[in-house]
T-cell receptor
Framework: RKEVEQDPGPFNVPEGATVAFNCTYS??????FFWYRQDCRKEPKLLMS???SGNEDGRFTAQLNRASQYISLLIRDSKLSDSATYLC?????????????FGPGTSLSVIP | DAGITQSPRYKITETGRQVTLMCHQT?????MFWYRQDLGHGLRLIYY???????DKGEVPDGYVVSRSKTENFPLTLESATRSQTSVYFC???????????FGSGTRLTVV
């Protein structure tokens, strides 16, 4: 089993739709969780951290379920500019930078 | 301008040649990382550095060499390039471990 798994998609959704991505991780000791966004042929950029209580940033909501070892990203009112690949990132230990694992990414296309 | 820069943006080299990819950051971040990104594998850590003169292997270090004589520079050298090293290489830096990764714009390397 891979350490971090994501549905590769692609997810093709119309503008204004709500879309959700899930990510599962295998290491129950993981402490830090993030979502990154990567546009085609560009570098990944931090979208948001994921906190235990869940957190929201505008149209984006991140949730963490430690018991089931998955995190989710919900995008409401999708915009064309949301088209990108979304990477789930998990860290094994709080200070273990060598165990930062990037998921393979989920591709999103928002269609007019 | 402040930031993290990689050079060259594109590179074509022949099998067996030595090639060095450059990474420079102006934030004085302690941590620097080299990743490669390939279809189907996501981002994989090659080497990382916690500070000047401190480097360590990541997930896929074979065939690569790094050095960090100065905090701001973290070059990656392919000692004898192979076709399997054709990839997009991203350098990243952070203040502390996994938190707040910032990536460079990447180097697209083709080994023929």
């Amino acid at each position: 089993r891979k350490e971090v798994e994501q549905d590769p998609g692609p997810f093709n959704v119309p503008e204004g739709a709500t879309v959700a991505f899930n990510c599962t991780y295998s290491n129950s000791a993981s402490q830090s969780f993030f979502w990154y966004r990567q546009d085609c042929r560009k570098e990944p950029k931090l979208l948001m951290s994921v906190y235990s209580s869940g957190n929201e940033d505008g149209r984006f909501t991140a949730q963490l379920n430690r018991a089931s070892q998955y995190i989710s990203l919900l995008i409401r009112d999708s915009k064309l500019s949301d088209s990108a690949t979304y990477l789930c990132v998990v860290n094994g230990r709080a200070t273990s930078y060598d165990k930062v694992i990037f998921g393979p990414g989920t591709s999103l296309s928002v269609i007019p | 301008d402040a930031g993290i820069t990689q050079s060259p943006r594109y590179k074509i080299t022949e099998t067996g040649r030595q090639v060095t990819l450059m990474c420079h950051q102006t934030w004085s971040h302690s941590y620097m990382f080299w990743y490669r990104q390939d279809l189907g594998h996501g981002l994989r850590l090659i080497y990382y550095s916690a500070a000047a003169d401190i480097t360590d292997k990541g997930e896929v270090p074979d065939g690569y060499v790094v050095s960090r004589s100065k905090t701001e520079n973290f070059p990656l050298t392919l000692e004898s390039a192979t076709r399997s090293q054709t990839s997009v290489y991203f350098c990243a830096s952070s203040v502390q471990g996994v938190h707040g990764y910032t990536f460079g714009s990447g180097t697209r390397l083709t080994v023929v």
